[in-house]
């Protein structure tokens, strides 16, 4: 995934970039939308050239730019597709407030086609024990991650506890990355936002904890018997 680190990081940053007192009519919202797909298609040449030569860094700093004149306070990323090549990725962070920008920018994006596919929130990783984090060039596989997750029902969220072997020689905010990394990775955006309430870092593996498969299957199962979660499907 070629975002993957950048995005999911960028959700616990939430509101830092957000503009003071903003607020948005639905007409502004469009023509941000119109405006950055116009842009878009100035840009696609120059994306495609440096996915194409496996230097995606090269156009960051464009698609950054193009990104904040929606607003500054949304993330994007390029992903692989889920039936496209790639995926255009852009998140308000769960953050209500952006969401009418997103929610323009969706509106207004192209048809997919075979090449491109466009998110307004960051989809689930289809298989994320086939994942592997980098941090400070060592791999941490998500398939060693297992979670322990207990339903409280007054607030209809699920407090979490995850482990992962390495967390004993990574320092506290490696340690962090790791534990809320899968969890996003196996949720999606929204259904995590909707359902996760406590996650707790585990230096042992707790009881009765899962890999992050059966997880998702659990958290996709109370989604769909409280009627929310729009990630819920794969």
């Known amino acids: 995934m070629l975002g993957f680190v950048r995005r999911v990081l960028g959700r616990w940053r939430r509101g830092r970039n957000r503009e003071p007192g903003d607020s948005v009519s639905p007409e502004e919202a469009r023509r941000r ?108 596989p998500l398939g060693q991650v297992r979670v322990a997750a207990q339903y409280d029902e007054s607030r209809q969220l699920v407090d979490v506890a995850v482990y992962h072997p390495g967390f004993a020689e990574l320092e506290a905010a490696e340690r962090e990355a790791l534990t809320f990394l899968p969890l996003h990775a196996t949720l999606g955006e929204r259904l995590a936002a909707d359902r996760l309430g406590r996650v707790e870092t585990a230096v042992v593996p707790p009881e009765g904890a899962v890999d992050l498969l059966s997880f998702r299957e659990r958290v996709r199962a109370l989604a769909g018997q409280h009627g929310s979660g729009r990630d819920a499907g794969g």
């Open 33 to 140: 939308a119109r405006a950055f797909w116009r842009r878009w298609e100035e840009l696609l040449p120059l994306v495609g050239s440096a996915l194409g030569d496996g230097t995606p860094h090269r156009v960051d700093h464009q698609l950054a730019e193009a990104v904040a004149e929606l607003h500054p306070g949304l993330n994007f990323s390029i992903e692989r597709g889920t039936e496209a090549v790639y995926a255009l990725v852009l998140t308000s962070q769960a953050d209500p407030e952006l969401r009418p920008y997103t929610d323009a920018w969706k509106a207004e994006a192209p048809e997919p086609d075979s090449l491109w596919e466009y998110h307004d929130a960051v989809p689930p990783v289809p298989d994320p024990t086939e994942v592997t984090v980098n941090l400070h060039g060592k791999g941490y």
